[in-house]
C-alpha cells in the first residue's frame, strides 16, 4: 500500500551531477517494465564486452535476497556479460519462486547478450516479500541489448532507473593509469536510508576499462568497501540485498598486474577507494529526511576495529542524531554512545569536539568550551564529531545523517 | 538550555496507580532542594534500619556515572541505612568533581541518617556533564530524614520526586511467604526512553521486609533483572546511570535462607520478577513519544542467548518501530531485523506472526494471510511480534515501544 511520491531534493545534494565519459566495454540501457512504478523507468541493462572480470561485496544479513545469493554464485566463475537491476521489488524474502525469478532474469538476459545464464548479475531493490514477475523483462531486455549506448545520457539514465525513494541520482568518475595506461572509473549508486517505505538496499556499481584478474578486482574491491560503503550507516538498519558490485573490461590494454598489493597499482587503487568514498558519502547526504551530513572520527582507541565499533555506536545513537538535528551540541549523548558501545575507554581520558571546537575533555566539560562556537558548528550543513579516547593508535571514520521527524513520515507512513 | 516542559500522560499509562502498604524498616520523604527544576521536588531520601542489606544491577556502560562507582562499592559491605536519589543532574562526566560531589552527599546524608558513609547508596539522574552541586543537600537531607514515613502517600511522593521526564509514576508492589512469614516488596523507578533534553537513565528501587543474606537477594535480583529491566528498550541507548537496588530490611523476621536456589524462595522468588517485570513494562509504556505498547517474542533459535539477541534487534530497528508507529504490518522490515542480527537463522524456514496473524511462513508471505486481519491487529495499543525462526529450542521475550515523530520532536529539541 505503500505510494512512491516524490520528495523534494535533499538539501545535503551535490550542486551538480557529474557527466561519465564512457568506458570502453560498456554500454548502458533502460526501459519501464512496470514492476511497480508507474512512468519511470525501473530496469537497467548493461552489456558487458567479453573477457570483462567481475567482483563483488554483499549484505552480511542472514536472510539475503535471491538475487544476492545469484551474484555470489556467479561470482565463483568470474566472468560477466550483463548486469540486470530492477527496482521496486526487491525480490527478497520470495522463497523457492525468487530462486526461479531470479533464474528466468538472468536466462532472458542471457539470451539479449548472447551469453551464458552465469555471466549475468542480477540486482533487485524494492518491496520485500512481494512475488517478482520475472516474465515482465520478456522482450525489455532484448530491446535493450540492441539500443545499450556508451554515452554520458546513458550513465544518467542509469543512475536514476534504480532509484527508489533517493532524492537525486548518485553518480561518480575518476581516471587513473597502470604501467603508463590510462584507466577510466565511473560508478553510481542507489541508497537513500535504508528502507523507505517498503523498500530497500544500497547498491552500487563500478565499471572499469582496466584489465585486472578477478582476484586483484575482488581484493581491490572489498578493501575500498570497507573504508566507504561499510562506514556509512543511516539508520544501522541492514537490508537483505546490499550489493557492490565491479566490472574490469579490459579494454585499456593495460599489462594485467597479477597482485593487489603491486605498488604499480597504487594510482588505480587510490583513485577507486576516492570513487567508493564519494559514492558512500552520496548515499549518508541522501538517508531519508537527512538536513545535516554528519562525520564521526574516533582516535586514539586500542585498534581500528575498536574505533570503528565506537564510531558506529555513535553515528547510530537515535539520541546522538536527534540531537544533530535539533543543532544542539550534545556531548553528554557522545560520551553515552560511547560508553554503550563496549569497547575499551576510559571516562576520564575522552575529550570530544564539534567540529573544532572541544566540548569535553579529561573526562568533564572543557572549561574553556563555549556554547556559542559550539552552536554555530551545529548550524551548518555538514558536522563532524570527534573523539580522542586518549587509549592508543587506533583511528575510524564514518559517514551519517541527523534523525529528523522525516525520517519517522517517511518510514511511518501513517496509514491511519 | 533544556526545558522540562510537561509531556501529557502517556497513552499507554494504566488507569490506576497502585497504593503501596509500608515496608517495615523503611520510611521515605522528599523535598526540594532546586537542583535543576523550580517549583518540583528532586530529591528523594529513604532511611532504612539497622540490619538492612543491599544488592544491585548497574549499567554496562563503560563510562559510567560517579553515583555508580560510589554503589558498586558500597555494595562491597552490603549494609544499607539510607537511600539518596536526586533528579535534575546526573553527576555523569563529572570527573573528580563528581566523586567529590557523590562523597559529599553519602556523608550529609550518613550524619543526617546516623550511619556510615558506605552504609549510603545514592543515584543521580538528569544532565550528564554539568558539575553537581552536592552542598545543596545540606539541611535538606537532615529534615527528611526527620520527617521520613512509611505510608502510602510517602512511596507515591518518592516515585514522582525521581521522575524527569517520565508522564507517570511508574509503582508496584506484591506480596509473598518464605516460610509461612508473610513478606511484602515495595518498587518504583522511572524512565522515559533513556534520555529527553539532556535527561537519562533507567533507575528502579525494590524494597522487602524479608530476611535475606546479601548474596542470596544480588543473586535474586540479578535474575530478575535479566528478564525484565534487561528485555526492556526504548531507543537502544544505554546511560551511563541505569541503577537497581534492592534492600531487604529483615524486619519480617522470617528465617534467612542461605543458598538462591532453594525452594523455600519460590514464592518470594516469583513475586519478585513479577514486580520488576511489572516496573519494565511501565518503562516501555512510558518512552518517550510512546504511542504503541511492543511485545517482541522469538521462538526456535538455536538458544535462548541467540533469541535474545535477535529479539533486541527487531525491538530496536528503526525501521520496525516507525511501522509499528504506521500501523503497518511490515514483516520485510522484520525479516531484515532478524538478518541484521548476525545469530544463526535460516531464510526459508521463518514464520512471522503479528497478534495471532500469521504473515508468514517457510521464507515467503503466508498464501493465507489477510491484510485486514494484520491491519485489526496493528490499530491496537499493545502489538505482539512474534518471530519463529524453525532451529531450535532457544526462546526469549522483550518489551518496547514505537518510534514516533514525538520521539524525536523531545530529543531534537529544535533550538533552531
Known amino acids: 500500500m505503500s505510494s512512491s511520491k516524490a520528495s523534494p531534493v535533499s538539501p545535503l545534494a551535490p550542486l551538480h551531477v557529474p557527466e561519465l565519459p564512457p568506458i570502453r566495454g560498456v554500454r548502458l540501457a533502460t526501459a519501464e517494465a512496470g514492476i511497480r512504478y508507474a512512468g519511470r523507468t525501473d530496469v537497467l541493462y548493461v552489456g558487458l564486452d567479453a573477457g570483462t572480470r567481475a567482483a563483488g561485496v554483499f549484505t552480511r544479513s542472514r536472510c539475503p535476497s535471491a538475487p544476492v545469493d545469484w551474484c555470489r554464485e556467479a561470482l565463483k566463475d568470474g566472468g ?36 551464458g545464464d552465469q555471466e549475468v548479475y542480477v540486482a533487485s531493490t524494492g518491496v520485500i516479500g512481494e512475488p517478482l514477475d520475472a516474465r515482465k523483462f520478456e522482450g525489455v531486455l532484448a530491446d535493450c541489448a540492441a539500443s545499450a549506448v556508451p554515452g554520458a545520457e546513458a550513465w544518467a539514465a542509469a ?49 572499469t576499462d582496466a584489465a585486472l584478474p578477478q582476484d586483484v578486482l575482488q581484493t581491490l574491491i572489498a578493501e575500498g568497501a570497507a573504508d566507504s560503503f561499510n562506514c556509512v550507516t543511516v539508520d544501522g538498519d541492514t537490508s537483505t540485498s546490499d550489493t557492490l558490485l565491479a566490472f574490469a573490461t579490459g579494454a585499456a590494454g593495460n599489462a594485467e598486474i597479477a597482485q593487489a598489493s603491486d605498488r604499480r597499482l597504487a594510482l588505480f587503487r587510490a583513485a577507486l577507494n576516492d570513487l567508493l568514498e564519494e559514492l558512500a558519502q552520496l548515499v549518508a547526504r541522501d538517508g531519508e529526511g537527512a538536513r545535516k551530513f554528519v562525520t564521526v572520527r574516533v582516535e586514539g582507541a586500542e585498534s581500528d576495529a575498536s574505533a570503528h565499533h565506537i564510531a558506529m555506536s555513535i553515528a547510530n545513537s537515535p539520541l546522538v542524531k536527534t540531537a544533530v538535528a535539533g543543532e544542539d551540541a550534545n556531548w553528554g549523548r557522545v560520551v553515552m554512545a560511547v560508553g554503550k558501545a563496549g569497547e575499551p575507554a576510559d571516562r576520564d581520558r575522552l575529550a570530544i569536539w564539534f567540529g573544532d571546537v ?17 552552536s554555530a558548528v551545529m548550524r551548518e550543513d555538514a558536522v563532524t564529531i570527534r573523539v580522542d579516547l586518549g587509549l592508543g593508535e587506533g583511528s575510524a571514520r564514518v559517514w551519517t545523517c541527523d534523525l529528523t521527524k522525516e525520517y519517522v513520515a517517511i518510514n511511518g507512513d501513517y496509514r491511519s
Do not use: H, Q, W
Open 80 to 115: 560477466a556479460r550483463a548486469l540486470v537491476v530492477n527496482s521496486g521489488n526487491a525480490n527478497a524474502f520470495t522463497g523457492l519462486k525468487g530462486r526461479e525469478a531470479v533464474a528466468l532474469t538472468a536466462a532472458i538476459a542471457a539470451k539479449a547478450a548472447g551469453c
Open 159 to 207: 543512475a536514476r532507473a534504480i532509484m527508489t525513494t533517493d532524492t537525486f541520482p548518485k553518480l561518480a568518475t575518476r581516471t587513473a593509469e597502470i604501467g603508463g595506461v590510462a584507466v577510466t572509473i565511473n560508478g553510481f549508486a542507489k541508497g537513500a536510508g535504508m528502507i523507505a517505505p517498503d523498500m530497500a538496499t544500497m547498491l552500487a556499481f563500478v565499471f
Open 358 to 374: 572541544r566540548v569535553a575533555v579529561s573526562g568533564a566539560r572543557d572549561p574553556d568550551y563555549s556554547e556559542d562556537a559550539a
